[in-house]
């Protein structure tokens, strides 16, 4: 028998303790021990509930269950765990809950602890560490529990979750919450939501995708509780979690086979993506519509999970209704699109129907907002993908500028797409024919007055397009994953030069700009390294400028903060380039192997103007020198600037004020100067 750990006592401390409401009953069914948050949940003392027959609790709180279900629970040796149950109180109110049955022992007679696991009465569960582990005991052997400190860092887990995530107790400790699930946009907002409810000291509970250490996938029914350790005085946050791989698994297949979304009976996505595709063929006129539901996951908050099926049922009925004999999909959690001939204004009317037949939960309408795109077959976009991406643009805007409006692709968007198409279209062209240029921006050494580091920065004249900024180029390189070309183009150039500058007798390092997604590429360093290797640059001649974006995420995952180790072994320098514009955690300067600090120019910038500013980057630069770091300041542009600077301790400065970013040929006659 798969019992409960028995070095404590179920009683009713032991029940009052846990943050589920939960009870007591024995084999004839009827309650043992009725724990206060039962009581509370239900509505029935203990001694209301002990008073009634053997079958009361079946009969009436219970009663979803059959009799068989129930039957097995009173007699079963092991665990059951219903995912999703209704239960009934003295008022007939339904709850929606999760039910886990634990049958063990107590002096011979067989009980079985019921604990409903309801989202909303968990909330800010205080708990000192002794029943922690009496809780996590409970759920050991059927549940994977994690347990997080207030930053998110895993303090420890159980062996479920060892065995199921592939961890090893030792690698797993000191790892970060994020790093549990997978690297996506969809994966993101799910865990920033979990995060900011727990934070919140709200539960959260919901099915996420998560991915083991080798990066598979697998699915869970996670809850995340915020609770207080008394001993030590501090937030703690558990997630209990049970693998659901298997049911997603089969009705991720069978969606997919029978293009059906289960929940709406919509088609899905894949034959969304098949109808357009013949509609095209067939050059079918047609307004592609992509509704969104605003603020989805507040909403889930708010209502329990039946009330949030209910609602995206609801929510389809209306578009039916509405919609008539469009067609229709539900393609994600929380977004639609409807493919229709009708107008622009039909379209938009929906806001309003919608306003009109609300959706009802517990008799309340629930507020809802929609952001929608419109986008058109031929005359915005030619095609599904092309349909999609504009659509997204679109309700992207929409969201925020608030929300609650369906519009149409504008102009701007329109030609703003346009030409991020051309310019991906152009870019890997000019890198298949080399045709970036690099320029290079000096940086003076306050002590010595010399320039000592050039910054390598690319520079884009395209024949069609004219110049293309950085500003606008990398974001863009970096959706297309082109930022890896850009990134070993530009490290090739910047090793050549080095080398010429260093054959010619000249003291001068090259610092290129990285973005993290390269480095998401587990063969960066080895790229890095063969690259010196080929070119026969030494090390020691290169620098990398990383931004507080890249730290973040480098502190994070353990195979980016050992790539940079590897490049530092081997004398590659690090720099936090932007410092200051960042998240205000400065928890990767201990981790990451940085040795400079670049503070970022829009400081500069505001020197003179602002006393605060003043402060500021003093403040920063002592920061840095008391971390032992070099400090850079760039955007210095005049010499007022460049003083005040050096009073504080730079050790570098960068900026117009020295010169502009300037060829290899002009980098020379400045060093002669
Ligand atoms: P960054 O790394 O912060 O580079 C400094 C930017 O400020 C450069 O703009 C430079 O021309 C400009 N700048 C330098 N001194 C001054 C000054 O005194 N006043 C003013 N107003 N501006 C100054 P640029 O070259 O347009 O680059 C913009 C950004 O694009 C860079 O910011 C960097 O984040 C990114 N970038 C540029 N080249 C590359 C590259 O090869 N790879 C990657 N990943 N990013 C790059
Ligand atoms: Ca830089
Ligand atoms: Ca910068």
Not at 516 to 533: G, I, Q, T
Request: charged fraction near 20%; include cysteine; proline fraction near 3%.
């Amino acid at each position: 028998m798969s019992q409960i750990h028995k070095s404590f006592s179920i009683d009713e401390h032991y029940l009052n303790s846990l943050p589920f409401p939960a009870f007591v009953i024995n084999q004839d069914g009827q309650a043992s021990i009725w724990g206060k948050n039962a009581e509370q949940l239900f509505g029935f003392s203990a001694t209301d509930i002990k008073g009634h027959t053997t079958s009361f609790i079946h009969e009436n709180l219970l009663r979803q269950l059959s009799l068989e279900t129930f039957k097995s629970i009173l007699q079963s040796e092991d665990s059951t765990y219903l995912d999703k149950i209704q239960v009934y109180t003295s008022a007939n109110e339904e709850i929606t809950t999760a039910l886990l049955a634990k049958p063990f022992i107590e002096q011979g007679e067989h009980l079985i602890l019921i604990m409903l696991m309801l989202p909303e009465l968990m909330i800010n569960s205080v708990s000192n560490s002794r029943t922690f582990t009496d809780l996590k005991h409970g759920l050991d052997s059927t549940f994977m529990t994690v347990t997080l400190d207030q930053d998110g860092f895993i303090l420890e887990c159980n062996a479920e979750f060892l065995k199921t995530s592939q961890w090893t107790p030792k690698r797993v400790i000191g790892k970060t919450f994020w790093q549990l699930f997978p690297d996506n946009d969809v994966s993101e907002k799910i865990t920033n939501n979990i995060w900011r409810n727990l934070n919140n000291c709200n539960t959260w509970q919901g099915e996420v995708e998560k991915v083991t250490k080798t990066g598979q996938s697998y699915w869970v029914l996670l809850t995340a509780i915020p609770t207080f350790n008394l001993e030590t005085n501090e937030q703690q946050f558990i997630l209990i979690e049970k693998d659901i791989t298997k049911s997603k698994t089969i009705q991720h297949q069978l969606e997919k086979i029978a293009y059906i979304d289960t929940e709406t009976g919509l088609m899905n996505a894949h034959r969304l993506e098949k109808v357009i595709a013949s509609m095209i063929e067939e050059d079918r006129h047609f307004s592609f519509v992509y509704l969104s539901i605003d603020k989805f996951y507040t909403l889930k908050e708010l209502h329990d999970q039946q009330i949030n099926q209910s609602l995206i049922i609801e929510f389809t009925n209306r578009i039916k209704m509405y919609f008539q004999d469009s067609a229709m999909a539900r393609i994600n959690e929380n977004d639609f699109v409807v493919i229709t001939p009708l107008s622009e204004w039909f379209i938009q009317g929906f806001l309003s129907y919608l306003q009109q037949h609300p959706i009802y939960s517990s008799n309340i309408a629930v507020p809802i907002s929609i952001s929608g795109g419109i986008t058109r077959f031929p005359e915005d976009q030619t095609t599904f993908s092309q349909l999609m991406k504009a659509s997204i643009a679109t309700i992207t805007s929409v969201r925020e500028a608030g929300g609650d409006k369906i519009v149409s692709l504008s102009k701007a968007t329109h030609k703003a797409l346009n030409r991020k198409a051309l310019i991906e279209k152009r870019l890997l062209q000019a890198l298949d024919q080399k045709n970036l240029k690099v320029l290079y921006q000096p940086q003076v050494d306050v002590y010595t007055g010399k320039i000592t580091v050039v910054e390598a920065l690319v520079r884009w004249e395209d024949e069609v397009m004219g110049v293309v900024s950085p500003d606008e180029l990398i974001p863009i390189a970096e959706e297309t994953g082109l930022i890896n070309n850009i990134g070993s183009f530009m490290l090739e150039r910047a090793c050549e030069q080095a080398l010429i500058w260093k054959k010619a007798g000249l003291h001068l390092k090259v610092a290129i700009n990285s973005s993290v997604r390269e480095f998401r590429d587990k063969n960066m360093a080895k790229s890095v390294l063969d690259m010196l290797a080929k070119t026969g640059c030494p090390a020691s001649l290169i620098q990398i400028e990383i931004t507080e974006k890249f730290a973040l995420e480098a502190e994070a995952a353990t195979f980016i903060t050992q790539q940079m180790r590897k490049l530092e072994n081997e004398g590659i320098v690090f720099v936090l380039d932007d410092f200051g514009t960042g998240y205000g955690s400065f928890r990767y300067m201990q981790i990451l192997p940085i040795d400079t600090l670049k503070i970022d120019q829009t400081f500069t910038n505001s020197l003179l103007k602002s006393e605060k500013t003043q402060k500021l980057m003093h403040g920063m630069v002592q920061l840095g020198k008391s971390m032992e770091l070099k400090v850079v300041a760039e955007g210095v542009e005049t010499a007022e600037q460049a003083d005040l600077l050096m009073t504080y301790g730079c050790d570098a400065i960068q900026g117009y004020y020295i010169s502009k970013p300037v060829t290899p040929e002009e980098i020379e006659t400045l060093l002669v100067k």
